[in-house]
């Protein structure tokens, strides 16, 4: 099994940028398709964006398209989140996950998660 930390979160102003991190230990995270994803208050989980366990493909909600970009560190076993040009609507608590099966959209495809690391996005 894997075991994943996120880091990086804070505060930011609208049209600001953010860097999370998410640790894994245990098996390298290479042998999981990953995911980012993020849970307003009072709303439901949603994925950021997914990544095949290659890193070879990606699947980015419409909502951050242009603006995220994930990429992946295998000699930290490191997976980033690179979030730009934020938005008060990007407040939310972000986690990462790992799949043992592929990399997916959806929650119920997600074997591991994080803590999460809490964005916040003033106007």
């Known amino acids: 099994q894997v075991q994943l930390v996120e880091s990086g979160g804070g505060w930011v102003q609208a049209g600001g940028s953010l860097r999370l991190s998410c640790a894994a230990s245990?098996?390298?995270?290479?042998?999981?398709?990953m995911g980012w994803f993020r849970q307003a208050p009072g709303k439901g989980r949603e994925c950021v964006v997914a990544?095949?366990?290659?890193?070879?493909?990606?699947n980015y909600a419409d909502f951050v398209k242009g603006r995220f970009t994930i990429s992946t560190d295998n000699a930290k076993n490191t997976v980033y989140l690179q979030m730009n040009s934020l938005k008060p609507d990007d407040t939310a608590v972000y986690y990462c996950?790992?799949?043992?099966?592929?990399?997916?959209?959806?929650?119920?495809?997600?074997?591991?998660w994080g803590q999460g690391t809490q964005v916040t996005v003033s106007s």
């Open positions: 245990g098996r390298p995270f290479k042998a999981y398709g």
């Open positions: 990544i095949s366990r290659s890193g070879e493909y990606t």
């Open positions: 996950a790992a799949s043992r099966q592929y990399y997916s959209p959806r929650t119920y495809d997600y074997d591991y």
